[in-house]
Structures are given as C-alpha cells and as structure tokens.
C-alpha cells in the first residue's frame, strides 16, 4: 500500500511539473511567433522566407499539442485526486510519459533550430 501511495505522489509530481513546462513552453511558442513575424516585416529575399512559413506551421501544430498535453495532464491529476485507482492504473497510463519524452524532444529540436534561425537573420 505505501508503494501505491509512493507512486501516486511521484506521478502527481510529475504531472503538475509538466503541466509548468508545458505552459512555459506555450508561451515560448508565442514569442518565436512574434520574432518570425519581425523577420516577415523585414523584406528578406525566399531564403529567409520559406523557412519561416515552415516555423510558423511548426509552432501552430506544436501548440496545439501542448494544449492535447496539458489536458492529458490534467485528466490523469483528476483520475489521481478521486483516489479511482485499480491496480492496473499505472500500467495502462505510460503513454504519457512517452508523450511527454517525445514532445521534450522535439520540442527542443525545434527550439535549437529557430534559434538557428534567429541567429542568421536577425541582427
């Protein structure tokens, strides 16, 4: 039993920390927002501009999954906190913490590579 309750805790830590991340990372995807459009103001030739339709739709997919992810998140925090768990519960709930480790991923893939970016076409 104090296992179960072990586990229970460790998971709810780990959910509420991602939910943080995850906002973090919601409002970092807003601020790349605006400093692609402060390049598309800038009258660049297509080189900078066809990357910069590829972040813009990259961003827009991964808010949307940001937003899939932190209600996940909150659905498990819900299952957790009415104590409606059966034995099986944490078995049948990894996938989101294979979510979470592939979105991270990506996430800071696609980070590196906007700063990249930046980098080139911003002084």
Known sequence: MQTKISLVSDFKFNLETWRKELSFHFDEMCTFEEKLEEVAEREYNKNA?????QFQNRILIEKDV????KH??????TILNSHKLNENYFGE?????????TYIKMHYELKEE???YFLKWLD
């Open 72 to 77: 996940r998140c909150k659905k498990e925090l």
């Open 66 to 69: 940001i937003s899939k992810l």
């Open 49 to 53: 501009l066809i990357p910069l339709e």
């Open 93 to 101: 709930h990894k996938p989101i913490v294979e979510d979470m480790r």
């Open 114 to 116: 906007i700063t990249a």
